[in-house]
């Protein structure tokens, strides 16, 4: 089926989806996760598994799918970033797989709550993009290093360590699985001009109309992307502001604040939403799920490759430090089963890319593909995961094709070393 409401074009079985882990899979021994004795087949049945993740890559579609294909019960929850921290550190029993993003690594892996993962006993270990396993973009030149970048904290050179390792060496941190690249959303019909600079976000021909997610270390670096955009001035790093450029910013926005510049700050996908689809904003901090919702409302909205590139994010599954014995067996099948390409495409359908594009296009329609990854023009109706059209023929998606776009972030959603300070200082702003 292609009605959009599906994860796949057809229903992939268990054996099925093991068999589309590659060519890999046939090198695993007895024992091995994909090579286990009868015994522990039929011992899985009875495993539960908990995810906890942020509402972007939490669906009950997933979790129903993985369960019918692995033979074994997958449940989720949903917490934000920083509750699956606290949560990690106070009730590490009650998570088997957290769904972080990468910066957060930075903050939790010393905790000793994660165990390390294995990328042999990972199939398409090899076929994730070069970002995360190389740190390194399409063409082969160095990812941009202003924030986090995911293969900064990608690996561990032995199972215990507490510093991350400069490169490959066979034992991950997390395993990666979804990422995009974020910018500003746009009302184009209520603008009714081109817009390509980071910088309109600071425009006072839309004062009052514009919106930042009240998220200080994300809220703080689009804001630093339209400061530097304008001029204002040149940040070091944007993803580890020194306290002095954390002042400068947060001095300029809350000038822009008293102005009556700002009509809100979101917190929630919802919000941002309606904020949007009203036409109380116009420009502003935005999700691309949130884009594809106002567009499935049959409203015009657009998500705007701006010149001075964009701000990256990726989420990674951690395994926690209890797993063990036919436990860590079924999570790492689920590991497995994540890049297979139903979870792929279903985040695809909301602007989302996958670890493992190759299989993500196996499970979209080729129409779909065009659309998503290609950055071609789409030649059929583009409905979200859940069955709404979001797109009509003849519109491609905003700013191109997967490799012009993820190609073009300029920095990473991170954690600074002046954390607690920006934290303080940002709350001043949204209070003034």
């Not at 699956?84 to 892996?109: K, V």
């Not at 070091?236 to 947060?250: A, L």
């Not at 926690?320 to 014995?325: I, P, T, V, Y």
């Not at 994540?338 to 196996?362: I, K, N």
Request: aromatic share 10%; net charge negative.
């Amino acid at each position: 089926m292609t009605d959009g409401k599906t994860l796949s074009p057809a229903r992939i079985s268990r054996r099925t989806a093991l068999k589309r882990l590659g060519a890999g899979a046939a090198a695993f021994g007895a024992g091995t996760t994909l090579g286990a004795p009868m015994i522990w087949s039929q011992t899985l049945k009875d495993v539960t598994l908990m995810h906890v993740g942020p509402s972007y890559s939490i669906f009950p579609d997933i979790v129903a799918q993985a369960s019918a294909d692995l033979g074994f019960k997958v449940e989720m929850q949903n917490a934000w970033t920083a509750d699956i921290m606290a949560r990690m550190l106070s009730q590490p029993e009650s998570i088997d797989i957290a769904d972080l993003e990468f910066w957060a690594l930075q903050r939790i892996w010393r905790a000793g709550k994660l165990q390390a993962i294995d990328t042999s006993k990972i199939a398409l270990w090899d076929k994730i993009i070069p970002l995360f396993r190389e740190g390194t973009n399409f063409d082969g030149s160095p990812a941009s290093t202003q924030g986090t970048l995911p293969f900064e904290v990608q690996y561990v050179a032995a199972a215990g360590d507490t510093e991350f390792a400069t490169g490959p060496t066979g034992l991950a941190t997390m395993m990666p699985t979804i990422y995009n690249a974020d910018t500003l959303g746009l009302r184009p019909d209520l603008i009714g001009r081109p817009v390509d600079s980071w910088a309109e976000l600071l425009n006072p021909e839309f004062k009052g109309k514009v919106a930042l997610i009240n998220v200080p270390q994300i809220g703080i670096m689009d804001a630093a992307m339209a400061i530097e955009a304008r001029g204002d001035m040149t940040y070091g790093d944007k993803g580890n502001m020194t306290r002095e450029e954390i002042d400068k910013t947060i001095d300029i926005l809350t000038a822009l604040k008293k102005d009556g510049h700002f009509r809100a700050f979101w917190t929630s996908f919802d919000e941002s939403v309606n904020f949007m689809a009203s036409g109380e904003v116009v420009i502003q901090s935005m999700w691309s799920p949130a884009v594809t919702a106002v567009r499935s409302r049959g409203t015009d909205c657009i998500y705007q490759g701006l010149k001075e590139g964009y701000r990256g994010w990726g989420n990674g599954l951690g395994l926690m430090g209890h797993l063990e014995g036919i436990r860590h067996e079924a999570a790492m099948e689920y590991l497995n089963w994540m890049l297979t390409g139903p979870y792929g495409a279903f985040v695809a359908r909301q602007g989302y890319y996958s670890a493992v594009p190759e299989t993500t296009q196996a499970a979209l329609t080729p129409e779909e593909w065009d659309y998503w990854y290609d950055g071609k023009p789409a030649a059929v109706e583009i409905k979200d995961p859940f069955g709404g059209v979001m797109e009509l023929p003849g519109r491609a998606r905003d700013g191109g094709s997967f490799e012009a776009r993820v190609g073009g972030i300029r920095c990473w959603n991170a954690t600074m070393d002046e954390g607690e300070y920006l934290v303080k200082r940002w709350n001043e702003f949204v209070a003034a």
